[in-house]
């Protein structure tokens, strides 16, 4: 939510310049007519399985959290240092939003750290993609919903990368499995059927 105008915003123009400038950037302000998402993808920097691990009462001086990740330059691990905040319950993940390029020019130090919508499922892994939501305006705090899902028959079908993700094709697109002319097609009633074989026939 905006400040009000105080004395210091009405004497330097230039701090209510840079507050507009914050908010443009972080995506607060919407014109009549705009599409607001309320829900977005984001990819997967870290997942805490313990808790306190990316969030604490002691910042960056506490352990690190060693991570291991896939992706298109190969398997690597490194290390996440945890930011200074309230102690994030097991099951966070640390992630950037890829929706309309909200994070790119976050550093991986300051991306948003959220909380399990539904602690016990499923946890998701460094590398691949998550739905995101916030519970205030100003998007401080945030809860991870679910993984992003896609069609992953010929894969590990627990594990989605965004790198697979963005390597799909049209033809592997979920509508191409509904071709329109073959019998059994979710838009096939019937009516081209034999009567004899046309549930329906009775009916007209």
Known sequence: MSLPLTNQ???????TFADVLRKEAA???VERGEYVPFMFRAYVYAVDTVGAM???DQGETGPDLEQTVTDSQG?????VKAALGPPNPPDSVKARIITNNMDQFLDDDDLRVYW?????LQNPSPGELVYVVFEDS???H?????KVPFDNRYDNPNLILQREVSELSVSDSIASSYPDDEPGDAADTGANLP??????ADLF
């Open 142 to 146: 945030g809860l991870w919903v679910s």
């Open 27 to 29: 995506g607060q302000y």
């Open 138 to 140: 100003s998007m401080t």
């Open 75 to 79: 398997t690597r691990s490194f290390n």
């Open 195 to 200: 009567a004899n074989q046309n549930p329906m």
């Open 9 to 15: 915003k009405y004497r330097r123009p230039l701090v």
């Open 54 to 56: 990316l969030e604490n």
């Open 116 to 120: 399990p919508m539904f602690p016990g």
